[in-house]
């Protein structure tokens, strides 16, 4: 029986869920045409006493059929009509167990989401703004995204260590600005990444790897900052930085 040597095809047959002896059977048929229960134990080798309960399952899975006579013969249907019935049956078994899935697991899943809130914390005073932001710059794997206003030197000078790391670890650093920046700040940033600049930039943030965001509100006599692990969140103010960083009238700043 030459086809059975084919593994690709033994495999195929197998992963379409038969048995070795249903395999065994069905190509035995295809070969031979009909034939009796004796006959096809003989040609495929399989043991008498189990070839019934074969033909049995084959044509209960739709591949084969018996042919009325005494004796009675098994006859092959064709490997295309066969294949859809298998399809057919694996399609309605892949529907009902999504319905079920859904219907008893996605409750549990939406339950579960209520009770995992992302932390969110708001944090006041400048001081406390900058101290988190270099706890999230420790905490950076591949990028930080910078957006803020009217950069004075001050602040560099409490952040420039934890910029310093960044550089020394590989973190890509965007930073985006407005003109009113000091430009001794701006020329001290660049040493550490790429700055674009804004005639204005209103409010700001830092947004680290993507599921981490300070969100700055910048008032005349005080500082609020939002921070957050909210991934929703922090998409969010990635997509608006890049929208400003990659407008036609935001500028690249080139340094000294």
């Given amino acids: ?15 379409l869920g038969l048995t070795e002896y249903e395999v065994r059977v069905y190509i035995t048929l295809l070969e031979n045409g009909s034939m009796t229960a004796a006959e096809i134990s003989s040609a495929s080798g399989i043991p008498y006493s189990r070839i019934y309960e074969v033909l049995t399952r084959l044509e209960k ?7 009325s006579g005494r004796p009675k013969f098994y006859k092959p249907l064709p490997p295309s009509e066969a294949v859809k019935i298998v399809k057919n049956e694996l399609e309605r078994q892949l529907e009902n167990y999504e319905s079920v899935v859904i219907e008893k ?21 400048i001081e406390n703004v900058l101290a988190r932001v270099i706890e999230m710059f420790e905490g950076a794997k591949k990028k930080v995204m910078i957006s803020m206003s009217n950069i004075n030197i001050e602040y560099i000078k409490v952040i420039e260590d934890a910029l310093k790391s960044l550089k020394i670890r590989n973190i890509k650093i965007e930073i985006l600005t407005s003109t009113d920046s000091s430009p001794e700040a701006l020329s001290r940033l660049s040493k550490y990444g790429e700055i674009r600049i ?18 700055l509100l910048m008032g005349k006599s005080n500082v ?24 036609p009238d ?3 700043f080139k340094g000294d």
Avoid: C
């Fill in 198 to 215: 804004r005639d204005r930039l209103y409010g700001g943030g830092v947004i680290v790897d993507d599921h981490e965001v300070m969100l």
């Fill in 61 to 67: 899975k739709g591949w084969i059929e018996t042919l």
């Fill in 1 to 15: 029986m030459f086809v059975l040597e084919d593994t690709e095809v033994f495999q195929a047959l197998r992963g």
């Fill in 224 to 247: 609020l900052a939002i921070w957050s692990t909210h991934i929703e969140l922090a998409t969010l103010a990635r997509d608006y930085f890049y929208y400003l960083w990659n407008m």
């Fill in 105 to 125: 697991l996605q409750p549990l899943y939406e339950k579960q989401a209520i009770v995992e809130r992302p932390d969110v914390y708001i944090i006041r005073g």
């Fill in 250 to 252: 935001t500028i690249r």
